[in-house]
C-alpha cells in the first residue's frame, strides 16, 4: 500500500528566506506526482505535476524535483513571501489498480512578515 | 472557463439525518473522483468514476456511503444515517482522461458537519 510522508509538518519562516519541503512516498512505482497548495476553508490548487520521467518542474518561484528511485520529492520556494501561507500537500499518482491520488498529511507553511 | 464546483459549500446535519453532496465536474472529464479530508490531514480516495461507471468504491468507508454519476457529467455522494465521524471535508476532483499524465482538478470542498 502507498504511502506518503510530509516533513516538516509544520514550517515558519521570515519573508525573503527560500525554503524546502520534503515528500517521501513508499512505492517507487509511481506514474507522477502532484505538489498542491491549500488555504484554509478552500479546496486544492495544483501547483506542479512531475511525470515518473521527469526529474524536475518549474514554475515561478517554485520548483519540484523528483527521485522515484529512491522515493523522495522536494518543493523549493525561493524568496518567500507572506502570500505563500498554506499548506502544500504532495499526492502520487500509482498504477495498476491505485487509479486515485495518494496524500501526504501535508506541511503548514508560515512566512513571516 | 470553470472549474469544478461544489454544492452546498457548508452542510450541518444531526446525527442521523441523510445529506446529499453534489459535484460538477469540468465539462468534458472523464474521469471523477471523491475524497474524504479529516482535520489536520491530507485527502483520502473514496470512490471514482469513468463516465457513468463506477470503477472503484474501496474507499467508501461503510455502506451508509453511496456515490452516482448516472449521467457521465454531475456526481452525487450521498451519506446515510450521519455519524459524528462523517465530520470532514468532501472533495471532488475530475481529469480529462485515463491517461496517467493528466492533473486532478479540485473543487472547493463542502464542510460537512454532524452535530
Known amino acids: 500500500k502507498q504511502e506518503v510522508t510530509q516533513i516538516p509538518a509544520a514550517l515558519s519562516v521570515p519573508e525573503g528566506e527560500n525554503l524546502v519541503l520534503n515528500c517521501s512516498f513508499t512505492d517507487s512505482a509511481i506514474y507522477n506526482l502532484q505538489w498542491f497548495r491549500q488555504d484554509p476553508g478552500k479546496g486544492l490548487t495544483s501547483l506542479l505535476l512531475i511525470q515518473s520521467s521527469q526529474r524536475e518542474q518549474t514554475s515561478g518561484r517554485l520548483n519540484a524535483s523528483l527521485d522515484k528511485s529512491s522515493g523522495r520529492s522536494t518543493l523549493y520556494i525561493a524568496a518567500s513571501q507572506p502570500g505563500d501561507s498554506a499548506t502544500y500537500l504532495c499526492?502520487?499518482?500509482?498504477?495498476?489498480?491505485?487509479?486515485?491520488?495518494?496524500f501526504g498529511k501535508g506541511t503548514l507553511l508560515t512566512v513571516n512578515p | 472557463g470553470a472549474g469544478v464546483s461544489q454544492s452546498p459549500r457548508y452542510k450541518v446535519a444531526k446525527r442521523g439525518q441523510d445529506v446529499a453532496l453534489r459535484c460538477d465536474p469540468i465539462s468534458g472529464h472523464v474521469s471523477l473522483f471523491w475524497y474524504q479530508q479529516a482535520l489536520g490531514q491530507g485527502p483520502e480516495f473514496l470512490t471514482y468514476f469513468q463516465n457513468e461507471a463506477q470503477l472503484d468504491k474501496s474507499g467508501l468507508p461503510s455502506d451508509r456511503f453511496f456515490a452516482e454519476r448516472p449521467e457521465g457529467s454531475v456526481s452525487t455522494l450521498k451519506i446515510q444515517r450521519t455519524q459524528q465521524e462523517d465530520s470532514a471535508v468532501y472533495l471532488c476532483a475530475s481529469n480529462i482522461d485515463r491517461g496517467w499524465s493528466y492533473e486532478q482538478y479540485f473543487g472547493p470542498g463542502t464542510r460537512l458537519t454532524v452535530t
Open positions: 499526492a502520487v499518482w500509482s498504477g495498476g489498480s491505485n487509479y486515485k491520488l495518494t
